[in-house]
């Protein structure tokens, strides 16, 4: 869902310049998206049908500037296949919160709950993903000398 929804609130001047990827850290390839998942993102104007999933590889940290977990595991998986990697991923409820409890447990995955559930997980990654889009327009435009 993470995907989707950063892809969709991305502004039209950063689609370009931006590459969105998600990549699980216990994922199997290939698999689709959670029905619940669809219909969550579906009811929002986003299309997750044709999503498949991939499992997270060292390459693909390299290769990335920015890379957000969900979860703490998740962040510990990407240290544990690139420690050097950092300064450059971060829990996703990490900006702009608060410091405490909640800013460092990040936001669990849905799978096997129920559809509100989904749609709940939608809104905090999506209101968290909000938090993330001027430091991703920083970056862009550091890269290309903007800044």
Known sequence: MAEGILRSILPADLTGQVVVVSAGTAAHDGMPA?????QATAARGIDLKGHRSQELTAAMVRESDLIL???PGHV????????????RTHLITAQGAEAGRSAQKGI???????LDEYDDTFNKIRSHLLRWL?????????SEGVR
């Open 134 to 142: 001027p430091l991703i327009r920083d970056a862009v435009e550091r």
């Open 108 to 114: 669990a995955d849905p799978i096997g709950g129920a």
């Open 69 to 71: 977990g969900m979860e």
């Open 34 to 38: 959670t029905a619940y998942a669809v």
């Open 76 to 87: 510990e998986r990407v240290l544990e296949l690139v420690p050097d990697a950092a300064e």
